[in-house]
């Protein structure tokens, strides 16, 4: 089997942010998501919407526990 990189993203979250408020941010502000916290996140491959995970850390290393497929075709 050969090795190949792929592009693998989880997104934690969405929120809005006026310009304003954008140019204000200082190191330890904190900026609220639309996502609760006890909501699975959504893993993309190659910016394809593939799994659905939970976030937690291995390690030093953050990580990503697969709980459900959700589509994509994966060869």
């Given amino acids: 089997m050969q090795s190949v990189q792929v592009?693998?993203?989880v997104l934690l979250g969405k929120t809005n942010v006026s310009i304003d408020s954008?140019?204000?941010l200082e190191l330890g502000d904190i900026i609220t998501l639309d996502k609760p916290?006890?909501?699975?996140?959504v893993m993309s491959i190659e910016k394809l919407p593939?799994?659905?995970v939970?976030?937690?850390?291995l390690?030093?290393?953050m990580?990503?526990?697969v709980l459900h497929y959700i589509g994509g075709d994966i060869e």
């Fill in 63 to 65: 990580a990503a526990e």
């Fill in 7 to 9: 592009s693998v993203e």
């Fill in 22 to 24: 954008f140019l204000q």
């Fill in 54 to 57: 939970k976030p937690g850390v």
């Fill in 59 to 61: 390690g030093n290393k």
């Fill in 50 to 52: 593939t799994y659905l």
């Fill in 37 to 41: 916290t006890h909501e699975p996140l």
